[in-house]
């Protein structure tokens, strides 16, 4: 089974600066035949089901901001926030879809300092 | 979009069983793969189960397995979770999900509101 590990746990960041998660996988989620890394990103508020953020490890959702932008491959990902929003306050999830089981990572909680 | 409202949570003594239900619309139930997730109270995000588009197949987390059985029933576009020899360590928000695109792919959009089920004595 594919373990998603993020770092760190919890992250402060001023408003307007940026925020860097990041999310390691124990094996690549890379597939060679589509040139594509099977992870994605989810925004949790509280009292809410996550959302959808990022897929294929940089491919931003419709309607999502572009300060939310993805990068990596291979085992070594990280979601970037560019510029801090309050609204943006939230735990934060990579997920693997190489294969099942599907995988989360433990979460990241972004707060405002 | 869509719009996912799962149902049947509640509280359930250890050893015993639930049904979930997760009604689907404003989208063609029958092309989408689904699953379900879960989250522990104050924790983070578990896959469970999926099943494809048809129903015909079916992958299950170990932690489940043997224990838990996904279904559907595409003439009523709704999805199921029949949980059986239900732990205290089982106690979560179930979120019923839809695979983000009619290929699978393995992304999750929509999520539904999810339904909490108390494993207790």
């Known amino acids: 089974d594919i373990v998603m590990t993020q770092s760190p746990d919890s992250l402060a960041v001023s408003l307007g600066e940026r925020a860097t998660i990041n999310c390691k996988s124990s094996?690549?989620?890379?597939?060679?035949?589509?040139?594509?890394?099977?992870l994605a990103w989810y925004q949790q508020k509280p009292g809410q089901p996550p959302k959808l953020l990022i897929y294929?490890?940089?491919t931003r959702e419709s309607g999502v901001p572009d300060r939310f932008s993805g990068s990596g491959s291979g085992t070594d990902f990280t979601l970037t926030i560019s510029s801090l929003q309050a609204e943006d306050v939230a735990v934060y999830y990579c997920?693997?879809?190489?294969?099942?089981?599907?995988?989360f990572g433990q979460g990241t909680k972004l707060e405002i300092k | 979009q869509g719009q996912l409202v799962e149902s049947g949570g509640g509280v359930v003594q250890p050893g015993r069983s639930l049904r979930l239900s997760c009604a689907a619309s404003?989208?063609?139930?029958?092309?989408?793969?689904m699953h379900w997730v879960r989250q522990a109270p104050g924790k983070g995000l578990e896959w469970v189960a999926v099943i494809s588009y048809d129903g015909s197949n079916e992958d299950y987390a170990d932690s489940v397995m043997g224990r838990f059985t996904i279904s559907r029933d595409n003439s009523k576009n709704t999805l199921y979770l029949e949980m059986n020899s239900l732990r205290v360590e089982n106690t979560a928000v179930y979120f019923c999900?839809?695979?983000?695109?009619?290929?699978?792919?393995?992304?999750?959009?929509?999520w539904g509101q999810g339904t909490l089920v108390t494993v207790s004595s």
């Open positions: 997920q693997q879809y190489y294969d099942t089981p599907y995988s």
């Open positions: 294929w490890s940089s």
């Open positions: 999900v839809r695979e983000a695109s009619t290929a699978t792919t393995g992304w999750f959009d929509p």
């Open positions: 404003g989208f063609t139930f029958s092309n989408y793969a």
């Open positions: 094996q690549s989620v890379f597939y060679s035949s589509n040139n594509e890394n099977y």
